[in-house]
T-cell receptor
């Protein structure tokens, strides 16, 4: 199994500001994934973060809005930039090992 | 285009009875399927998985059935308990390693005492 520590667990932010979410894994993993779950919707993959290279973004997500860092094999950050109320969501980091996926506890973001 | 669909957004079941959650997929390349359980304000937790080489996998009260010809899988919970009340997501992968999961929309299960 993998233990993922994600923080903050929740935050309320003013529109126009930015929030950085951190994920720390208790073991080295090649790929880390960032998801968003908007109210009433399923998990949506934002991007895949590989250590030592730029993140790969899914359609509809861009680096300027969601910059990601992956400085080593156990850590990653996702920044939600220039936030608007539409960014209010739960954000999750995830790692996948063999046949299982493990998720952080999630960050509940509310933009006011 | 939703490749993984859970057509029932919610399901209500009496405690002790069977809960059946369904999931359909369209991508024939999917060969590995997982079920996750999610409580409010928490990340999803892995429940059970099945590879396309099997049609059934059982773990305690949870059984997953896979019908490849129908591109359909289901999760059975027997007997259902109030603590099972949560949102259940099915997910699929095309590389038999569980990477790059595609999730369904989730089904909210409510188990009534």
């Amino acid at each position: 199994s993998a233990v993922i520590s994600q923080k903050p667990s929740r935050d309320i932010c003013q529109r126009g500001t930015s929030l950085t979410i951190q994920c720390q894994v208790d073991s080295q993993v090649t790929m880390m994934f960032w998801y968003r779950q908007q109210p009433g919707q399923s998990l949506t993959l934002i991007a895949t973060a590989n250590q030592g290279s730029e993140a790969t973004y899914e359609s509809g997500f861009v680096i300027d809005k969601f910059p990601i860092s992956r400085p080593n094999l156990t850590f990653s950050t996702l920044t939600v930039s220039n936030m608007s109320p539409e960014d209010s969501s739960i954000y999750l980091c995830s790692v996948e090992r063999r046949t299982e996926a493990f998720f952080g506890q999630g960050t509940r973001l509310t933009v006011v | 285009d939703q490749q993984v669909k859970q057509n029932s957004p919610s399901l209500s079941v009496q405690e002790g009875r069977i809960s059946i959650l369904n999931c359909d997929y369209t991508n024939s390349m999917f060969d590995y399927f997982l079920w996750y359980k999610k409580y409010p304000a928490e990340g999803p937790t892995f429940l059970i998985s099945i590879s396309s080489i099997k049609d059934k996998n059982e773990d305690g009260r949870f059984t997953v059935f896979l019908n490849k010809s129908a591109k359909h899988l289901s999760l059975h919970i027997v007997p259902s308990q109030p603590g099972d009340s949560a949102v259940y997501f099915c997910a699929a992968s095309a590389d038999n390693a569980g990477n790059m999961l595609t999730f369904g929309g989730g089904t909210r299960l409510m188990v009534k005492p």
